[in-house]
């Protein structure tokens, strides 16, 4: 007899699914906490708004009883400037862990493939299938490739990434091959759950931005993600925030570790990108899980970018799952993907054909280049309260007018300019314009200096103005002479700036920052100011679009976004 399947779309209805929904999860072995519905759904809340997702979870029944889901979610996506409809699973944005798939209950695997195929291929609304990459993937999941494929919807399985696993109780695994503990690592108390995930924010956006790509865990949908999840396992045991402190009791990993029995989950880990300390904290980590009675300890993908531990890892590729529709845009987007892999296996191929193939492939990105441009800058806000940073010591702070700029001595004009590489023409514009000014020297020689807009700016990064609001204004410029670096100038700068604007009515601040400016994110960080949001401007030929991820409403107006 056939299996039913029921597309639910609906969150109230889906909740009424969730104790059986959740014996379905543990049936299928490791990785059932991030297969249930309390990691998915909750997944959900976070990120469904920012990317404009619809349930699309596929029910299988026999009879009345459930024997199988598809958590899916649809959505609109791009490909190669083609509007396409994607089918994807909850959970594959932000802090991935590598157990996302299809569930079953035993001996059904084949039987739900079928159902399943049955009742995507009878569905004309989607393009792409894409399945988020799996370290092991289930029965079930090779099935729905077989029958997806012989149903002419031409399944595929691409390498994606790989995924590590530290052993922790495995037979010949000996009881010394774990580290011992370095003694600076801890975890953060139950009652420090936020003060632990800011930490962990903090952390990751340094080292990301180092990569000069946004972070997988800092920006507010994975925050809020991970706090309803954390808030919910910690008092249980089962969440912990483990950290790893410097000297000075500053901390310079963190990691937050799930427990799904057997196994933990390192879901995020960050390191202070000058401290080059995330093994150190894993094998910290590895041991506290040891203790707990675990026997590995996985770490996600994305989260290990640092040079091999001295630790019994094995690392596994993960593959991902992708099917196209009998679409136009699905058959369009098959033919793209299949021409980019073939121009990638060429470029990278030896002989005169591959050169050619190469050559071909660079006179295509030069001409793209010549009309398209692509920029992501980090939208900070700050509430210019003074917060006591300490200056370093022999460092003064004074505002900066034009007039004084001039009445300098011709020498110690061109000792400024050159310390500070500043450009005259810019800088007089900017003071004509009404910019507040703060000069900063140490021991007498010029450190450092931030400009501040209250009036509208052109920042020609995103190709638009910036337009503060009343009582807000635009720190455009803050820079550090290279030998008084890494001396706490820019934040008593900031801090200093806060001051004096209070004093004219003004309370808050807004900044755009290049990811991969490491020290700027620091000092306004330091500064207590938070990131709202990532600015994306993409330019093709005449077409001009700025998007603000999350769609935050302040962030919206400040540039100009409707």
């Known amino acids: 007899m ?6 639910v779309d609906d969150p109230t209805r889906l909740s009424e699914l969730c104790p059986a929904w959740e014996d379905l999860a543990r049936a299928g072995g490791d990785g059932a906490l991030f297969r249930a519905p309390g990691w998915l759904l909750s997944w959900y809340r976070a990120f469904g708004p920012a990317l404009e997702a619809e349930l699309r979870v596929v029910v299988v029944r026999d009879d009345d009883r459930l024997v199988g889901l598809a958590p899916f979610y649809e959505r609109t996506a791009r490909l190669a400037g083609m509007k396409t409809r994607e089918i994807r699973l909850l959970g594959d944005a932000g802090p991935r862990p590598p157990a996302l798939d299809v569930l079953t209950a035993p001996g059904y695997e084949e039987r739900f493939a079928v159902a399943l195929t049955r009742d995507l291929t009878a569905d004309k609304g989607w ?7 799996l370290r092991d993937p289930s029965r079930a ?5 077989e029958k997806l494929d012989g149903a002419g919807r031409k399944a595929e399985a691409q390498e994606a990434g790989t995924t590590l696993a530290l052993a922790l109780a495995a037979a010949g695994i000996p009881d010394d091959a774990l580290p011992p503990p370095d003694p600076r690592a801890s975890a953060f108390a139950v009652a420090e759950i936020d003060k632990g995930l800011a930490t962990l924010r903090r952390l990751s956006r340094l080292e990301w931005a180092m990569r000069d790509e946004p972070s997988p865990v800092a920006e507010s949908e994975a925050m809020q993600l991970l706090q309803e999840v954390v808030r919910q396992l910690a008092p249980q045991g089962r969440a912990r925030l483990g950290r790893l402190d410097d000297d000075r009791g500053d901390a310079i990993a963190a990691a937050l570790v799930l427990d799904d029995p057997p196994r933990a989950v390192c879901v995020a880990l960050a390191v202070d990108p000058e401290a080059r300390a995330g093994w150190r904290l894993l094998g910290a980590e590895a041991n506290a899980a040891r203790a707990r009675g675990l026997r590995a300890l996985d770490v996600v ?25 009998h679409t136009t845009a699905g058959t369009l987007a098959r033919t793209y993907a ?7 296996v060429a470029r990278d191929a030896p002989g005169a054909a591959a050169a050619g193939a190469r050559a071909a492939w660079t006179k295509i990105r030069e001409a793209a280049a010549s009309v398209a441009s692509y920029e992501r800058l980090h939208l900070y806000r700050g509430q210019l309260w003074t917060r006591g940073i300490k200056p370093p010591e022999g460092l003064s702070l004074a505002e900066f007018s034009e007039a004084e700029f001039d009445a300098l001595p011709a020498a110690d004009r061109a000792v400024l300019v050159e310390r500070l590489e500043l450009d005259e023409s810019y800088c007089r514009e900017k003071w004509r314009r009404g910019d ?14 931030t400009w501040c807009a209250r009036s509208a700016v052109m920042v020609g990064e995103i190709g638009r103005e910036v337009r503060p609001g009343p009582s807000e204004c635009y720190i455009h410029d ?3 002479a290279p030998d008084a670096r890494g001396k706490n100038v820019a934040p008593a700068m900031l801090e200093d700036l806060a001051r004096r604007l209070r004093q004219r009515d003004v309370y808050r601040a807004w900044a755009l920052i290049e990811p991969s400016n490491v020290a700027s994110t620091r000092a306004f960080e330091k500064a207590a100011f938070t990131p709202v949001a990532d600015v994306i401007h993409a330019r093709m030929a005449v077409v001009d679009r700025l998007v603000i991820r999350p769609p935050d409403p302040e962030a919206k107006r400040l540039l100009g976004v409707s």
Not at 2 to 7: D, G, K, N, Q, Y
Request: charged share 25%.
């Open 127 to 133: 393009d792409i299938l894409d399945l988020a990459p």
């Open 478 to 480: 803050v820079f550090v």
């Open 436 to 449: 507040l000014v703060v000069l900063a020297r140490l021991l007498e020689r010029p450190a450092g200096i």
């Open 141 to 145: 999941r090779a099935y729905l490739a």
């Open 338 to 344: 299949s021409l980019r892999r073939r121009t990638d």
């Open 301 to 325: 993908v994305g989260a290990a970018d640092v040079e091999p531990p001295p630790l019994p890892v094995t690392q596994r590729r993960c593959l991902r799952l992708r099917a196209y529709n």
């Open 2 to 7: 056939a299996l039913s399947t029921e597309v």
